[in-house]
């Protein structure tokens, strides 16, 4: 069921769905299923304030509003916005989501070739 030549065509969001309290789910247009810790989501927020900030160490506290999701929405395919407990906004589109990916498929896949010889 799967077609080839979605997988390097534009990836969109197929369908969010919240796990738990503390991460989202999303399913991308190639199939691929990933659980998104908030904390991550924010972390890595992508907006220019957060780029900014980041290196600074104001990182902590978990738990906090600033790791609850107020709001959340799909803006069109290809990106979603959250609005977090402390007012903060994040746009993300489906290719930084995807970078934030940690299973093991998307950790382990770059670098080691698919062969050995
Ligand atoms: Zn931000
Ligand atoms: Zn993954």
Redesign the pocket.
Known sequence: MVDDRRIMATLLVTKLHPVGRYALGVLFSDTHDSILPLRELRAH?P?E??TASRGSSDGSGAGSARHEVADLQQIGEQTIFLRWGDG?E?LYVADELRGLCRCAYCAGEPNYPITRQ
């Open positions: 927020c907006c304030d957060c903060h994040t």
